[in-house]
């Protein structure tokens, strides 16, 4: 008999008690270090990659090969300057980036890992209809943290402090520009950023607790775009894209509210560059009707998708709270946050 316990059944459901908190911990532990890996080495593959893509292009331009990054720098700089800040070789070289980054992921993930990462890539019937239903409140969200952003940045700047913003604007586009923009910033961006910075934190931290998973996706999702701007706006619809996530266990509907999100924002630079007369007016139509089934979603919708989360939360020997400090005080996990901000206080820094 077990010191202190009159019940040998009650001591024995104690030490399950302590030695499941013990396995949860640990899986959190692991869970958590492979997730801010991942991430991790996502960055660094692109940082690795955009390299190879340099190096290629030095190679087009001058038919010499070099493994002097700084020379193949310098050089692109000073004598093709102008090729290399076209939309042209800037977009393509974002999606030969992405697409071996991603692939990268993918295969370290699901085959040394061995994560099942395939499980929540997978579209299931309806998952379209799912993305279109939900796209709204997630325009919504936008429209309104694009009112939080322009408060920030007058603020400021009335302050002299610069803050550096994303620009997608194309001037004489060729037809190869607006094609590889489109396929970038429409099609391939969306397809892997849902695959990194929701299927990954899902599959993950979703067994740990589903909210916890949630915010941490929209966290990184706003943080990783590297400025204010997108930070703020990324960050409030990744709340919904990952709620989604969840909801499903799929990216497949999350892909579709991505898409459809970056063709209404990207509408302004196509009606810019191809000269319609009518842009201003498309983006005001747009902006009413996700306004006003927006509005529903985000009460409604969204609320019923927070409750649901809440009450489909398997049972856990961790409380929450240990749960999301074991998620948030990881040390690689605070290392990649760690890397994020910096990248935005370094973007503000070089802007000033």
Known sequence: MTEGFENPTVAEKYAAWVEAQKKEKSELFKNASFLAGLLLLYNLLRTINARVFWIAAYVKYTGKFSLDIYAVQNYLADERSEEIQSTAFLMTGSVVIVILSTLGIFIVGQFIMKIK?????????????????????????????????????????????????????????????????????????????????????????????????????????????????????????????????????????????????????????????????NTDLINRVINICALFFGFYGVIVLITELIYETKMTEPDHALSAKKRRMGTYTNIFVLIYFGYLLWEIIERIWLAN
């Open 117 to 277: 990462l395939t499980d929540i890539v997978k579209p299931y019937r309806g998952f379209a209809l799912d993305g279109v239903k939900f796209f709204p409140a997630t325009l919504t969200l936008n429209l309104i943290g694009g009112v939080i952003v322009t408060a920030i940045v007058n603020s400021l700047t009335s302050q002299g402090i610069n803050v550096p913003v994303s620009d997608f604007s194309m001037h004489s586009p060729t037809r190869y520009e607006l094609i590889i923009q489109f396929v970038y910033v429409c099609l391939l961006g969306p397809v892997c950023e849902e695959f990194i910075y929701r299927g990954l934190v899902i599959k993950l931290l979703a067994p740990f607790g589903k909210l916890t998973a949630v915010v941490f996706s929209a966290l990184i999702f706003g943080l990783m775009h590297g400025n204010i701007e997108q930070a703020i706006t990324a960050a409030l619809g990744g709340v919904v894209y990952a709620l989604v996530a969840v909801k499903y266990n799929s990216i497949a509907p999350t892909i579709v509210i991505h898409i459809l999100n970056n063709i209404s924002a990207s509408i302004s630079d196509y009606g810019s560059a191809l000269g319609w007369s």
